[in-house]
C-alpha cells in the first residue's frame, strides 16, 4: 500500500543484504525500495526526493565507511539504524545522532523489535494520515477495491478477513483486525470491540455502550477498548463554561 515505510539497505556484503531482505519481507508494513553494495554508488544516487523513511547502513565499507556515509545522508532519510559485527562504533554513532544499532549476526526478533521503536519513536509523522485514496485486497485477493478513507464506516471482523463497511458498500477485505489498527492507528479509527474497529468522524451519537451511525448503523463498545474513544469523544466535545 502506499502508506508502507520504504527502506534502503546499504552494506557491501551480498549475504548481509540478502539476510536484511528476508526480515523486511516479513515485515507488512515495510517496503524495500533499493539496495547498495557499493558506498559511492549509494552516496550519489540517494537524495531526499526519493522518500527514504528508514536506511539499514553497514558501517566498515570500502571507499567510503557507513559513518562517513550517514553524516551526508541523514538530512535525506527519515532514520538510519547502523548494522555492524562490531559495537565498538556505538559512542560514535551516538555522537552523529544515530541511536539506532543492530549487531550482527542480527535476529528477526531483534529486527523487529528496533525497526518497531523507530516507527513509533524516530518517524511519528510519518504515518499521521493514512493517505486519503486506497486500495483494499478483496474477494479472492486479486481483486483490488479502491475507496476513500472518509468513506469508511466501521470493520468488522470475519475469519480471515474483515467486512469494510463504509458509506457506499459493503466488502469483505484481506485484512485482519490488528492490521486495520496498526494501518490506520494515527488516524481516528478506534477498536472499540473485540470483532469492531471503528472511523470516530462517522459517529452521529452515542449512548450509553451504543455508537450510532447514519444508515441505522450501529455498534457496541465494550468497557476494555472504551478509553481511547472516550478521550477522543472527549477532546472533541464542545462544552460551556456557564454554570
Known amino acids: 500500500m502506499n502508506n508502507k515505510i520504504r527502506c534502503v539497505i546499504i552494506d557491501d556484503e551480498k549475504h548481509a543484504i540478502a539476510l536484511l531482505e528476508n526480515y523486511i519481507s516479513k515485515m507488512p508494513n515495510l517496503e524495500l525500495v533499493k539496495t547498495y553494495n557499493n558506498s559511492v554508488h549509494a552516496l550519489s544516487e540517494i537524495d531526499k526526493k ?14 567510503i565507511s557507513g559513518m562517513e556515509l550517514a553524516v551526508s545522508l541523514k538530512p535525506k532519510t527519515g532514520s538510519i539504524i547502523f548494522t555492524s559485527a562490531f559495537d565498538k562504533y556505538a559512542i560514535e554513532a551516538f555522537h552523529i545522532r544515530v541511536n539506532n544499532y543492530l549487531v550482527k549476526p542480527i535476529k528477526q ?14 518517524l511519528p509523522k510519518l504515518h499521521k494520515m493514512v493517505k486519503n ?19 469508511i464506516i466501521y470493520f468488522e471482523g470475519a475469519g480471515n478477513y474483515v467486512n469494510m463497511v463504509t458509506t457506499k458498500f459493503e466488502q469483505l477485505v484481506y485484512l485482519t483486525l490488528l492490521e486495520v489498527e496498526d494501518l490506520f492507528k494515527y488516524d ?15 459517529i452521529r451519537k452515542v449512548s450509553g455502550n451504543t455508537i450510532f451511525f447514519k444508515s441505522e448503523r450501529k455498534v457496541q463498545m465494550t468497557e ?15 462544552t460551556t463554561g456557564r454554570l
Open 50 to 63: 526519493d522518500k527514504i523513511d528508514i536506511l539499514f547502513l553497514d558501517i566498515e565499507m570500502p571507499d
Open 224 to 238: 476494555f477498548y472504551k478509553d481511547k474513544i472516550n478521550k477522543f469523544l472527549k477532546d472533541n466535545t464542545i
Open 133 to 151: 485514496m486506497l486500495f483494499f485486497k478483496t474477494g479472492d485477493k486479486s481483486k483490488l477495491t479502491k475507496i476513500k478513507k472518509q468513506d
Open 188 to 202: 481516528s479509527f478506534f477498536r472499540v470491540h473485540r470483532s469492531h474497529v471503528i472511523n470516530a468522524k462517522k
Open 109 to 122: 526478533s531483534l529486527f523487529s523489535k528496533i525497526v518497531m521503536e523507530v516507527i513509533e519513536q524516530d
